[in-house]
């Protein structure tokens, strides 16, 4: 069965540094989104994405963040100067034309 | 704007007892509902969905939700735990449309008691 895969599944960093997650979606999919949970607290959505633009973004989503398809692939999220209230886990999810978004595994990312 | 409430963070059931956790929307659309699990350590699977049709939506898992529109409501029901259903279940909504985002619950940590 087709699914989603995040690499790495745990980075560390220090505060001030650039973080690269990467998200491999099901190959026949064509939105894709990222997701944070800080522990404890609810899934929060950050960023969709639709034929190579972002078609919508939460205020969580500011200029420090950016999100790429850089070939058929990949989808990527970029942190540029990571701060101690970034540490949290990150979902990547893809669509196809059926509304159905699948998750996953998350990346857990810790901030120093 | 969107929102979902789930109503008790922690439930805990006897095995073999009815599961029943809580969920209630609010959507300014028509909505999409959706209920996924979480295990340890593990990514979000979706449970079920509903879209549009039939009310009463089965899951995976022996799970099934009714979408009650005057409730606004779409509590997930499972007639007999089982200690395998012990994980976190979110609640989500989103809009009518493909690619829309989706707004999720707090969560409810399902605790199976042998």
């Known amino acids: 069965e087709p699914e989603v895969t995040q690499t790495p599944s745990h980075q560390v960093t220090q505060m001030g540094q650039e973080v690269i997650l990467r998200c491999v979606p099901i190959?026949?999919?064509?939105?894709f989104y990222w997701y944070r949970q800080i522990l404890g607290q609810k899934v929060e959505f950050l960023v969709s994405f639709y034929n190579n633009e972002i078609s919508e973004k939460s205020e969580i989503f500011d200029d420090q963040f950016s999100v790429e398809r850089p070939d058929g692939s990949n989808f990527t999220l970029k942190i540029r100067s990571t701060k101690l209230e970034d540490s949290a886990m990150y979902f990547c999810a893809s669509s196809a034309a059926r509304y159905e978004q699948f998750f996953g595994p998350g990346t857990r990312l810790t901030v120093l | 704007a969107q929102s979902v409430t789930q109503l008790g963070s922690h439930v805990s059931v006897s095995e073999g007892a009815l599961v029943l956790l809580r969920c209630n929307y609010s959507s300014s659309v028509p909505p999409y509902l959706f209920w996924y699990v979480q295990y340890p350590n593990q990514g979000l699977q979706l449970l079920l969905k509903y879209t549009t049709g039939a009310t009463l939506v089965k899951g995976i898992n022996g799970f099934e939700a009714e979408f009650k529109k005057s409730e606004t409501s779409f509590h997930l029901t499972k007639p007999s735990a089982h200690m395998s259903d012990a994980a976190e279940y979110f609640c989500?909504?989103?809009?009518?449309?493909?690619?829309?985002?989706?707004?999720f619950g707090g969560g409810t940590r399902l605790m199976v008691k042998p």
């Open positions: 989500a909504v989103s809009k009518n449309n493909a690619g829309n985002m989706l707004t």
């Open positions: 190959s026949n999919h064509l939105y």
